[in-house]
């Protein structure tokens, strides 16, 4: 299980404040000295007004900040409540997670994602990728329908695909407590990865302390992006621990 890369990203969505940030010197401390430390990377993806404080208090610590999502023009414009990928980067974030289902839900569609995912490109920013069918989808057993779709208009005329990682997650699944079978996520990851093999490819949705060693059986999940409990720094490092046992 060990010797292999795992991601673990922290998605606050819309929770924490300045003070919340004290909680970072426990993980600091915990991944300084880390025994499997070159194998794991941590990213935080913390509400915009955070990003600058955050990569301050992270510096050196090896681990990374990134903004949660992005508006799709990277010059500057008259677009009232939104921020660029530029903007995102000088303020020390170095990831970004576009296609998330919660934005998804208020009206972004795989080709606005696309043209983010490209914008993001461009200014240097790594992508995270976010893909998943809802419960009624998974029932009517249209999943690899739609993830098809999504990945394929999500990353239309996309070349280099290294600086994405693709975040699976069930909208079902997210903030319910239900995480699919084993045998389900390990046949959804392959198929995602049968597009093109050099995919990393994450789970998200509802990952504790309870279900991560179920989950790190897995062995085709390069990682996980997690919401609800990645805000307590205890349980966020309990997770990354147990995923090494
Ligand atoms: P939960 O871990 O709270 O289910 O959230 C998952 C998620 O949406 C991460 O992007």
Redesign the pocket.
């Known amino acids: 299980m060990t010797n292999k890369y795992i991601y673990f990203i922290a998605?606050w969505k819309m929770f924490g404040e300045l003070g919340s940030l004290n909680t970072l010197h426990k993980v600091t401390k915990f991944f300084k000295n880390f025994k499997n430390k070159k194998f794991t990377k941590i990213i935080y993806c913390p509400p915009s007004t955070l990003i600058r404080p955050m990569s301050k208090k992270l510096k050196d610590s090896g681990i990374d900040v990134g903004g949660q999502n992005c508006h799709e023009n990277e010059n500057p414009g008259p677009f009232t409540g939104f921020i660029n990928c530029k903007m995102l980067k000088s303020v020390g974030a170095k990831y970004v997670i576009i296609g998330?289902s919660e934005n998804r839900k208020t009206g972004e569609n795989n080709k606005l994602i696309n043209l983010k995912i490209k914008s993001a490109l461009k200014s240097g920013l790594k992508i995270i990728f976010c893909i998943g069918e809802t419960l009624q989808e998974k029932r009517k057993k249209i999943t690899k329908r739609i993830l098809n779709n999504q990945i394929k208009s999500g990353l239309n005329k996309i070349k280099d695909k290294k600086n994405i990682l693709i975040a699976y997650?069930p909208i079902w699944?997210?903030?319910s407590g239900l995480i699919p079978k084993s045998n389900e996520l390990l046949d959804t990851i392959n198929f995602i990865k049968s597009n093109n093999k050099n995919y990393k490819v994450l789970y998200?949705?509802?990952?504790s302390t309870k279900n991560i060693l179920q989950l790190r059986l897995i062995d085709n999940i390069d990682g996980f992006?997690?919401?609800?409990?990645s805000q307590d720094s205890k349980k966020f490092i309990d997770i990354i621990k147990k995923s090494y046992n």
């Open positions: 998605n998330h997650e699944s997210i903030g998200g949705g509802s990952v992006l997690i919401g609800g409990a």
